[in-house]
């Protein structure tokens, strides 16, 4: 089954990506040209962060947790330059962070890649109290989507050149993985898949890059149950939004695509929508900074 994501915003971003619905806003980053933009009925507001910025991830305490070139930074946009707090990789200048979201219980889970994105040379981690950068998983190419179930007891993941979803064993209590097994492998000519996020049912929402799609999985079965195509190759990510959550907010990349490319797909790098019939989402768990971060 095929739906087809209508055109949302003109953002017109080199690389779109990590779009998280937050205070009644859909926000994401535009990584190549260092920017979080907030995109509400009104207003399309863009905040420089002054360097690559991977994802961004809002925190309890109203600001937001930043991942950049050089580090994990919090930040207030419009209210002066992102303050970097920790960088676990101090040694791989040209690695930076990628995608990154919060458990349900708060604990950051924020992954990185090498610019070149051809080598293992990146990792998963979780940010323990203690600023203590804990590695979860090593070596990784491009960390990528991460989901949790609303049963609480799986966490999903991608490393995008594997061309495979991994659920692990989530403890609640630890925010330790264990376990792992395929969920899904995905054929080349399918695209790569990218950033992901879930449904109250379970199923997973994977942005295929490369492959002009969202592909909507029951990981259980481990079966593709819907295509929602998206007019531009590269589709980045996505998440649920809107009052009900109950609209899949799609981003895109130019990045990557030759000039014939761009003539046949000029939204690209633009933000897609979908209504799924019976589907809603889950709120973004904001990352806890009591006792955590400074």
Same mark, same amino acid.
Request: proline share 7%; charged share 20%.
């Given at each position: !089954?095929?739906?087809?994501?209508?055109?949302?915003?003109? /953002?017109? $971003?080199?690389?779109?990506?990590?779009?998280?619905?937050?205070?009644?806003?859909?926000?994401?980053?535009?990584?190549?040209?260092? /920017?979080?933009?907030?995109?509400?009925?009104?207003?399309?507001?863009?905040?420089?962060?002054?360097?690559?910025?991977?994802?961004?991830?809002?925190?309890?305490?109203?600001?937001?947790? =930043?991942?950049?070139?050089?580090?994990?930074?919090?930040?207030?946009?419009?209210?002066?330059?992102? *303050?970097?707090?920790?960088?676990?990789? +101090?040694?791989?200048?040209?690695?930076?962070?990628?995608?990154?979201?919060?458990?349900?219980?708060?604990?950051?889970?924020?992954?990185?890649?090498?610019? @070149?994105?051809?080598?293992?040379?990146?990792?998963?981690?979780?940010?323990?109290?203690?600023?203590?950068?804990?590695?979860?998983?090593?070596?990784?190419?491009?960390?990528?989507?991460?989901?949790?179930?609303?049963?609480?007891? @799986? !966490?999903?993941?991608?490393?995008?050149?594997?061309?495979?979803?991994?659920?692990?064993?989530?403890?609640?209590?630890?925010?330790?993985?264990?376990? +792992?097994?395929?969920?899904?492998?995905?054929?080349?000519?399918?695209?790569?898949?990218?950033?992901? /996020?879930?449904?109250?049912?379970?199923?997973?929402?994977?942005? !295929?890059?490369?492959?002009? @799609?969202?592909?909507?999985?029951?990981?259980?079965?481990? %079966?593709?149950?819907? /295509?929602?195509?998206?007019?531009?190759?590269?589709?980045?990510? $996505?998440? &649920?939004?809107? +009052?009900?959550?109950?609209?899949?907010?799609?981003?895109? %990349?130019?990045?990557?695509?030759?000039?014939?490319?761009?003539?046949?797909?000029?939204? *690209?790098?633009?933000? &897609? %929508?979908?209504?799924? *019939?019976? @589907?809603?989402?889950?709120?973004? *768990?904001? =990352?806890?900074?009591?006792?955590?971060? +400074?």
């Amino acid at each position: !089954m095929t739906l087809r994501a209508e055109h949302h915003a003109a /953002t017109g $971003c080199i690389l779109g990506e990590g779009p998280v619905w937050h205070d009644g806003a859909l926000w994401l980053v535009d990584i190549e040209r260092h /920017t979080l933009n907030r995109l509400d009925a009104d207003d399309h507001a863009s905040f420089d962060a002054g360097q690559r910025i991977g994802f961004a991830a809002p925190t309890d305490a109203g600001d937001w947790i =930043v991942g950049l070139q050089s580090g994990l930074a919090r930040w207030s946009p419009g209210r002066g330059a992102p *303050s970097i707090f920790l960088d676990p990789e +101090p040694d791989k200048p040209t690695n930076r962070f990628n995608d990154a979201k919060a458990d349900p219980a708060g604990r950051l889970y924020a992954g990185t890649l090498e610019l @070149a994105c051809k080598e293992p040379l990146a990792a998963l981690y979780r940010i323990d109290p203690g600023l203590k950068a804990t590695v979860l998983l090593e070596p990784v190419t491009i960390s990528n989507g991460l989901a949790w179930d609303a049963t609480g007891n @799986a !966490m999903y993941y991608t490393d995008t050149p594997t061309q495979r979803i991994t659920r692990f064993d989530w403890d609640p209590e630890t925010g330790d993985i264990r376990n +792992p097994t395929t969920v899904i492998r995905f054929d080349e000519t399918q695209g790569s898949p990218d950033g992901m /996020t879930i449904d109250r049912k379970g199923n997973l929402y994977t942005a !295929m890059w490369g492959g002009a @799609a969202v592909l909507v999985i029951d990981p259980t079965a481990g %079966a593709i149950l819907e /295509t929602i195509a998206v007019d531009a190759p590269h589709v980045t990510s $996505c998440t &649920f939004g809107g +009052p009900d959550l109950a609209t899949l907010f799609i981003t895109t %990349a130019r990045a990557g695509l030759t000039r014939e490319q761009l003539e046949a797909h000029p939204q *690209s790098g633009d933000v &897609f %929508a979908a209504k799924l *019939s019976g @589907a809603e989402g889950l709120p973004v *768990s904001p =990352v806890r900074t009591a006792g955590v971060l +400074p």
